[in-house]
């Protein structure tokens, strides 16, 4: 079963339980992927739809920020429950090991040496873990072991 279809049978899944969070969570999904195949014209591959939901759980890991700031518990909890559900579908994420092995074998191959060859690296080891690990933590990975 596609994720595509995986995503309509929980979106019936949810009306018949009137789940409205996973409702409105699966919906904001079926949204973003419909969306992208007009504007590209074309049907997304699993991988692509996997990229929309990882998209779709930075921005709410950001919006978790500003709701703290502005003392907004009740949205706070709203979120991290939307991001528990975006994260059911998309694969096992990465171990901090596993993707410290990742960028170090991304250095060696790169033969980097300074955070200017951050953008080399990167763009080895993003392709690798789409949906597998958050950009901002390797980042900071690869941050620790370039000087």
């Not at 929309?52 to 003392?71: L, P, R």
């Not at 909890?77 to 579908?89: K, N, Q, R, V, W």
């Not at 960028?103 to 080399?120: H, P, S």
């Amino acid at each position: 079963m596609s994720l595509k279809e995986k995503l309509m049978e929980d979106l019936k899944a949810s009306m018949k339980n009137k789940d409205k969070v996973r409702k409105n969570t699966v919906t904001m999904i079926k949204a973003a992927v419909t969306q992208m195949e007009v504007d590209n014209r074309m049907a997304l591959t699993d991988d692509d739809v996997i990229g929309i939901i990882a998209k779709q759980v930075k921005q709410k890991k950001d919006s978790i920020e500003d709701f703290k700031a502005g003392n907004r518990e009740d949205l706070v909890t709203l979120t991290e429950e939307e991001i528990a559900i975006l994260t059911e579908y998309l694969p096992e994420q990465l171990s901090l090991e596993a993707l410290e092995e990742i960028v170090v074998n991304a250095i060696k191959e790169t033969n980097a040496q300074t955070k200017k060859d951050m953008g080399k690296i990167m763009g080895k080891i993003m392709p690798l873990i789409k949906g597998k690990a958050d950009g901002k933590q390797v980042n900071e990975i690869v941050s620790k072991y370039l000087s």
